[in-house]
């Protein structure tokens, strides 16, 4: 443990190297910038930094937009689904398999998450309107992919400025497919970063999913028998296949998953979310909203889990446990004690070799806080963490996380990111990749922490100079 006076100097120290990065902002941007950065000081109940503002014109920032949100997070990896990006082809071309967002099925049958389509507005488009393209468009869509289960409309900028009334072209085209057809407002051009695209994403599951889910239940046709064990595994977006192993383990402990969202999801799993008996959130800025409002429209309780290393992945299994019966409890037990020594078979090969070394992070969703401990686990310390789009309670949900004096930074400029690595010298920069070259080209080892990098094991050890 680090004496006091050592943490006290330490804070000091790191509160001095921000001011020194602030300082070479004009004045403006210097007062809009020291909100977002601070030093965590253990005790307070906050990180202490300023979120979900928008960025300083003429920063370099990693933000994301709100279609980004929507389509890129939220709706885009539900796989019987054909997601249209409404607007010119770059925004739909760039979110195109953007994220290695894996689901079992046959693509371009029962399955769309790896295929592409697009209105690809002109300029014709622009002064005429998308209305009537957009109509043919799921049109065609019907008589090439008669299989698909429904269509999202993902509204790109020029939407929202020239008014294309797609709800009108929604109901319209549910009506003639007898499937759902799901507007979205999510114009990358609304709020200040991809978190409202998320919070439109959620709204739209409320208001043109949920319904569905009603009238089946009023009907008595819905399509599971309800049982006491029923989970739903929300804000898991099955990057790389992590959500097959958090599916697994709850599986493994006697829990039923009635509903996967979004990462190798259905249309059906949406609708029948409100089933379960408990909602399990990974990913808690991108779907939080939709638990509220389980919450609040059926009484359903949901709880956020962290399946990041050995250590919380037991810590968590025990909570959600705690929230059944004994057998669950013994189940989970089991589950922990058949795992723990293939854990620490993983940790005896690879503690030895890293442990000692330091990281930085710069991540979105809930990585920043949920990784902390899985380097823990490793003996690798965190330095710095911050977000590209969060809000005040996800800092608030960090400080149970962090160590004393770790630097946060939040939407963290180019700039300020080099600086602080230059000065805090970590073996290693965990973030998107945006940066990831340019800490390459420091010679920093790196690991992708947005889809999961899939290159070969970062040589880490020794500081930058």
């Known amino acids: 443990m680090t004496p006091p006076d050592k943490d006290k100097n330490l804070i000091e120290e790191r509160k001095q190297l921000v001011k020194e990065v602030l300082e070479a902002y004009p004045e403006k941007s210097r ?11 253990e005790g307070k109940a906050d990180c202490g930094v300023k979120s979900n503002i928008k960025s300083v014109p003429g920063v370099m920032t990693a933000r994301g937009c709100a279609y980004a949100g929507s389509k890129g997070v939220v709706w885009g990896p539900i796989k019987d689904m054909i997601h249209i990006s409404h607007g010119p082809v770059g925004c739909g071309y760039w979110s195109w398999s953007g994220r290695r967002n894996y689901y079992v099925g046959t693509t371009g049958v029962d399955s769309f998450g790896t295929m592409h389509f697009t209105s690809d507005f002109q300029e014709r488009d622009i002064v005429f309107g998308g209305d009537k393209k957009l109509t043919k468009l799921i049109e065609e ?39 759902p057809v799901v507007p979205l407002r999510c114009e990358g051009f609304r709020g200040v970063s991809q978190s409202l695209g998320h919070h439109i994403a959620n709204d739209a599951i409320r208001d043109w999913i949920f319904p569905q889910f009603d009238k089946a239940k009023k009907d008595n046709k819905l399509t599971i028998e309800p049982g006491p064990y029923d989970v739903a595994l929300i804000g898991d977006y099955n990057i790389g296949g992590d959500a097959w192993a958090s599916r697994m383990l709850l599986e493994e402990m006697g829990l039923r998953v009635v509903a996967q969202w979004s990462g190798d999801g259905t249309l059906n799993e949406l609708i029948q979310g409100p089933a379960a008996k408990l909602i399990l959130i990974h990913c808690y800025r991108s779907m939080n909203y939709i638990c509220r409002s389980l919450e609040e429209s059926y009484g359903l309780p949901w709880m956020e889990f962290n399946f990041f290393g050995p250590t919380k992945i037991a810590e968590s299994l025990r909570e959600i446990a705690a929230r059944f019966d004994d057998k669950i409890k013994a189940n989970a037990e089991k589950v922990i004690a058949k795992y723990t020594p293939v854990m620490n078979k993983v940790l005896e090969k690879y503690r030895p070799r890293v442990e000692g070394n330091t990281v930085m992070l710069y991540v979105g969703g809930l990585r920043p806080r949920h990784v902390v401990p899985a380097f823990a686990d490793l003996g690798i310390t965190v330095l710095g963490t911050g977000y590209e789009f969060a809000h005040n309670d996800d800092y608030k949900r960090t400080t149970h996380y962090i160590d004393n004096a770790t630097v946060i930074y939040d939407d963290v400029t180019a700039y300020e990111f080099e600086e602080f690595t230059k000065q805090l010298k970590p073996d290693l920069i ?7 070259y340019v800490f390459q080209k420091m010679g920093l080892p790196f690991r992708q922490m947005h889809s999961w990098d899939y290159s070969e094991p970062s040589n880490v050890g020794g500081n930058v100079q």
């Open 31 to 41: 007062k809009k910038r020291e909100k977002h950065l601070n030093v965590h000081e």
């Open 141 to 179: 869509i019907e008589v090439l992919f008669p299989l698909n289960r429904g269509i999202s409309i993902q509204s790109e900028c020029p939407i929202g400025l020239i008014g294309d009334d797609i709800e009108a072209v929604a109901k319209k085209a549910s009506k003639t497919t007898g499937k």
């Open 430 to 436: 965990a973030s998107g990749i945006k940066e990831k």
